[in-house]
Nanobody, 121 residues
Framework: QVQFVESGGDLVQAGGSLKLSCTAS????????MGWYRQAPGKERELVAG???????YYAPSVAGRFFISRDNAGETVNLHMNSVKVEDTAIYYC???????????????WGQGTQVTVVP
């Protein structure tokens, strides 16, 4: 089973930037769509960004224009570049994968530990 490790979470001031990274136990980056998800306290986990094998992307309306997802197949990582962060971006962020961007709502493997992002005013 593919396992993901997320990193890069930190405490950041509102308006600042942060870069999250995700690596995998098996290189799935070249043949599957990758997604970044988040779960805020008391809320359900949600898909915030996804990238397909043809560089097709998806962004949740709440992050569109602020977050950018990229994939480094050679480096076997998928990154989430977070800009102009808001207090409401505070959450644990996870990565996972799916066959297509359209199917990322139902990811293919279990969740990793995630990485905590805390945005303060």
């Amino acid at each position: 089973q593919v396992q993901f490790v997320e990193s890069g979470g930190d405490l950041v001031q509102a308006g600042g930037s942060l870069k999250l990274s995700c690596t995998a136990s098996v290189n799935v980056f070249t043949i599957y769509a990758m997604g970044w998800y988040r779960q805020a306290p008391g809320k359900e986990r949600e898909l915030v960004a996804g990238i397909g094998t043809f560089a097709d992307t998806y962004y949740a309306p709440s992050v569109a224009g602020r977050f950018f997802i990229s994939r480094d197949n050679a480096g076997e990582t998928v990154n989430l570049h977070m800009n102009s962060v808001k207090v409401e971006d505070t959450a644990i962020y996870y990565c996972n994968y799916g066959r297509l961007v359209d199917t990322l709502e139902t990811p293919l493997t279990s969740w990793g530990q995630g990485t905590q992002v805390t945005v303060v005013p």
